[in-house]
């Protein structure tokens, strides 16, 4: 899969090149999967800032960025943004298993116990099964 150009190249953000800013939003989220893929995470950070910078609301954004600065092991800009994308959207089951999971890498065993729990409440499926490997359920 390749991103398109237009996404790619630098650009300043008031700058209107291929659509709308609303409607880039989406594109954005298409584009960081692709850098993910190709092992390119920041620009991946890069995009997903961008991608605040137009609306600060998108809790989807937070929690990428919050996952891209994960796999770069830069924990504290990961839970800001992980915690950011909860306080945002606090019905989003995926932001309270992502810090999860960094807590766990980290040893905060009470606080990933706490989100997994609350991640399986909300019906994600991968939060339970975590619990349920390490007792918890």
Known sequence: MRAPDCLLRPRRITERRCCSTRAMIKPFIISVIYIYTSGMIDQAIDLYTRSININAKR??????????YTIKNQQREAL??????????????????????????????????????????????????????????
């Open 59 to 68: 809790a989807d954004a937070f929690l990428q960025s919050g996952v891209s």
């Open 80 to 137: 800001a943004d992980l915690n950011k994308a909860i306080e945002l959207k606090q019905d989003f089951d995926m932001a309270y298993f992502s810090p999860s999971q960094l807590y766990s890498r980290i040893g905060q065993r009470t606080s990933a116990v706490a989100d997994y729990e609350k991640a399986c409440s909300l019906g994600y499926q991968a939060a339970c099964q975590e619990l349920a490997v390490r007792g918890h359920l």
